[in-house]
């Protein structure tokens, strides 16, 4: 589901993905039930159930259940993370 964004292919979502207000891709991979919100996500593979927010995210890998917001930059963050920085 996207509102407001944009998908920039090649981009691989699974089932109840959610993007509010983004632009995900390329090269982008997401897990079921993750929620992408007011981001920029690239060449990036994102687990299931996560949450990414506020965010400039490229060139990262992130697990799942992981929560990031206001984060800008390269991330590696593994299953059950939070993380927040400044945007």
């Given at each position: 589901v996207s509102r407001h964004g944009s998908i920039v292919d090649p981009v691989y979502m699974r089932d109840g993905v959610i993007t509010r207000r983004s632009t995900?891709?390329?090269?982008?991979?997401?897990?079921?039930?993750?929620m992408i919100?007011?981001?920029?996500?690239?060449?990036?593979?994102?687990?299931?159930?996560?949450?990414?927010?506020?965010?400039?995210?490229?060139?990262?890998?992130?697990g799942n259940r992981v929560v990031l917001e206001g984060f800008n930059g390269v991330a590696t963050l593994g299953d059950d993370?939070?993380?927040?920085?400044?945007h």
């Open positions: 995900v891709g390329p090269n982008v991979s997401i897990g079921a039930g993750t919100e007011d981001a920029t996500v690239r060449d990036t593979i994102v687990g299931e159930q996560s949450r990414i927010a506020r965010a400039l995210l490229h060139d990262s890998l992130i993370s939070e993380a927040s920085g400044r």
